[in-house]
């Protein structure tokens, strides 16, 4: 009971043969809600109902507009409707200072470091709330949520902040470079022992994501370093011994498998539908090494996946921790790859592709600014703080996050490739209020220190919570590659878009 709840919500519900339709005011929830977490173990087939107080002089006032239409295919739809949507909400930039939130987020990472032997990384989760936090990953991870490689990346890239930056991002990817990878033995290694570890070791899978994530920023990062003056034929071979092993696991058909089984590289998730995953790495092989074999792989797999699925938006398997379901992952992943072949080609077509994977992944964006709880110390998300630019996560629960802050550079990309503002839009968004939470000198948060931010949050019961307050280093490289691939990529429009 909430006089501050000011919307309402269309609802539909299924019951035997009847499918109700609705508008419910204020927003009630359904026919799905939830109890304790948002995850299936937490969910409940019930209404969750709200309520205004009655008071003398309590007004409320709705206003729906519905609009009958269709469209050929689901491309014009999605490019049409959401279009509307965002011109007539007019999400507002929650503008941020940029060049703090990069120093400020570069600069808790050194500390974060874990050494033990001759291994340096970062476990593959912290307490953002808790100064004494315990180890509670015991393993370091290249992909995916672990994103060592990334990190060392992004630590070389900015190595004029701080001289430290390029010897700990050599001593991170040095860590790795023992680590089998033609069958692959794991996708990082455990502090304790060295042994190969799992991202997520009840699946006993190594995931093509992991690889992806990890193979295409090293190569990026060998690039820089070439570039730079300085060689690392040590890098090159590790990721050419992967890459050799990896092009043998191409289907006819031009996918390739979701996952193998450590140390023997036996297919154990068959599944094709994420196979984008690889194209990028395979495209900045080529760069490398200007060897077509690399190329002409990453097109066949680009065109099966487009084929398979995603010109109809079927955009599904993105992340590991959830099986193929459709996911906004998988569309920014396949914005990425898609652009990587434009880029490589100079073919209209991969463009064309990667409008639509983009305008699919936008769809997940929230731009509204959901009303939460202010003055609330028992919630994890600050209530005076906007909630546009936060986006679902997945379809099967109502979690949210910050993950397309990585994903700047590419629609500040397809809006200098197609001239479409539309895209420089999302990209401001996407770059400033992704940060409103994240800790800074001037404001704390519940958080342990400037540069904190947790990895989700929920806007649905428990509302301004969620799962747990954990930090991943997910969270800051993918917001590092906001800013910086979006600098590297043009400096005066990334000035612009920072402003």
């Not at 991170?172 to 190969?196: H, R």
């Not at 570890?197 to 994530?213: F, K, M, Q, T, V």
């Not at 800074?440 to 806007?459: C, K, V």
């Amino acid at each position: 009971v909430d006089e501050n709840l000011r919307f309402g919500s269309l609802f539909a519900e299924q019951k035997g043969k009847i499918l109700k339709v609705g508008f419910a005011y204020p927003g009630s929830e359904g026919e799905f809600t939830y109890q304790g977490t948002t995850y299936p173990d937490g969910q409940l087939h019930e209404w969750r109902r709200r309520y205004h107080p009655i008071r003398d002089g309590l007004v409320q006032e709705y206003a729906i507009s519905l609009n009958a239409d269709s469209y050929p295919n689901f491309q014009n739809f999605y490019s049409t409707e959401y279009q509307l949507a965002f011109d007539k909400l007019n999400p507002e930039v929650n503008h941020q200072n940029i060049e703090l939130v990069r120093e400020t987020m570069l600069a808790i990472i050194p500390d974060l470091v874990i050494r033990k032997g001759n291994k340096v990384g970062l476990s593959n989760w912290y307490d953002s709330t808790d100064p004494e936090d315990k180890l509670v990953d015991d393993k370091a991870i290249f992909g995916f949520t672990g994103k060592n490689i990334e990190m060392a990346y992004y630590l070389i890239y900015n190595s004029s902040y701080n001289s430290e930056y390029k010897t700990l991002a050599y001593e991170i990817i040095d860590s790795f470079l023992g680590l089998k990878v033609d069958p692959p033995a794991g996708e990082g290694y455990y502090f304790d022992s060295g042994n190969p570890a799992l991202a997520i070791p009840a699946h006993n899978h190594i995931y093509l994501r992991s690889y992806g994530d990890a193979m295409k920023i090293l190569a990026k990062a060998y690039l820089l370093e070439k570039e730079h003056g300085t060689a690392h034929p040590a890098w090159l071979d590790w990721m050419t011994g992967f890459g050799n092993w990896v092009l043998k696991q191409q289907y006819p058909d031009g996918g390739f498998p979701r996952a193998w089984k450590p140390e023997t590289g036996e297919i154990s998730a068959a599944s094709p539908a994420s196979s984008y995953n690889i194209v990028p790495f395979l495209c900045e092989m080529h760069k490398i090494t200007g060897d077509d074999k690399w190329l002409e792989a990453a097109k066949r797999t680009g065109e099966f996946s487009w084929e398979s699925g995603q010109k109809n938006g079927r955009f599904v398997g993105g992340t590991i921790d959830n099986p193929d379901v459709l996911d906004k992952e998988a569309g920014t992943l396949s914005i990425e790859a898609y652009l990587a072949l434009f880029e490589a080609t100079k073919d209209n077509t991969w463009l064309h592709r990667a409008e639509i994977a983009a305008q699919f992944a936008e769809t997940w964006i929230y731009i509204w600014n959901v009303p939460m709880v202010e003055g609330d110390s028992q919630t994890w998300w600050a209530g005076e703080v906007s909630t546009v630019g936060l986006q679902l996560i997945s379809t099967g629960h109502s979690l949210v996050d910050n993950y397309m802050c990585f994903d700047v550079d590419e629609y500040a990309k397809l809006y200098k490739y197609t001239g479409n503002k539309h895209y420089l839009d999302v990209a401001r968004i996407l770059l400033h209020n992704t940060k409103g939470m994240l800790a800074l000198p001037d404001r704390s948060y519940q958080y342990r220190a400037p540069g904190w931010i947790q990895e989700h949050w929920s806007l649905a019961p428990p509302r301004g919570k969620g799962l747990h307050p954990g930090w991943l280093p997910w969270v800051t490289t993918s917001a590092l590659n906001g800013i910086c691939e979006t600098e590297a990529f043009d400096k005066s429009l990334y000035a612009e878009l920072a402003e």
